[in-house]
């Protein structure tokens, strides 16, 4: 069972590019996120998605866009990255109600130079 | 605003003792709270969960505690083994206004099994 799948595992971009981060999950779950962990400050939401066609703000949104056009796909886009998006980000889904755990891919390790 | 945080950043326990990592919150209104492991270079990995209508959850060789009176969320690990060694966190889970329902972590604890 794949679970959550990331691509890539890990990248070195220029600042000022841009790039797309993808993740999928075969599981059929309607909730998905994107989350950033770094040292010192943990793991925080950057963008969620309740459902297919919705998406909405976590806590740290700014310099990052998604998209959500299906039920498996919710890629996180980088418009023009700098260096204080140097980070490890994590995919992760679940079921959408009320308490239910999160799935996380292996993460996509961007660093950001 | 509010937050789940964590009291000992690293833990270090003999193989074989039991370890009890704990974790404070602040958001009274979180129903549900998860304990996840993560070993390095992986992504977080489900442990436990515990919704705050309960007070004490057990699964194998782990136990979670929940006392919403102080805030305060623990995770027990019986018989502690070389491969529990890893990174834990507690995440709480609310619905806010905003309809956005996911998952607030706290700093993380490094537990260290010495053999």
């Known amino acids: 069972t794949a679970g959550i799948t990331q691509a890539p595992t890990s990248q070195i971009l220029a600042a000022g590019r841009s790039m797309t981060l993808r993740c999928t999950q075969d599981m059929r779950h309607n909730a998905m996120y994107w989350y950033r962990q770094d040292l010192g400050l943990g793991i925080r939401l950057i963008h969620y998605s309740n459902t297919a066609g919705t998406t909405g703000k976590g806590e740290v949104p700014d310099g990052y866009s998604v998209s959500r056009a299906n039920t498996d796909d919710f890629p996180l886009t980088l418009a023009s990255a700098v260096p204080s998006q140097t980070s490890v980000y994590f995919c992760a889904s679940s079921e959408q109600g009320r308490g239910t755990e999160a799935f996380f891919g292996q993460g996509t390790r961007l660093t950001v130079v | 605003g509010e937050s789940v945080g964590l009291h000992l950043p690293t833990l270090s326990v003999q193989e074989g003792d039991n370890s009890i990592i704990n974790c404070a919150y602040s958001n009274s209104a979180s129903d549900y709270f998860i304990w996840y492991k993560q070993e390095s270079g992986k992504g977080p990995q489900f442990i436990i969960d515990?919704?705050?209508?309960?007070d004490k959850r057990q699964g194998q060789r782990v136990t979670v505690l929940l006392n919403k009176t102080v805030k305060h969320l623990s995770l027990q690990i019986a018989a502690t083994q070389p491969g529990d060694s890893a990174v834990y966190f507690c995440?709480?889970?609310?619905?806010?206004?905003?309809?956005?329902?996911?998952?607030?972590f706290g700093s993380g604890t490094r537990l260290q099994v010495q053999p």
């Open positions: 515990i919704r705050s209508n309960m």
């Open positions: 995440a709480e889970n609310i619905e806010e206004d905003t309809g956005r329902r996911a998952l607030t």
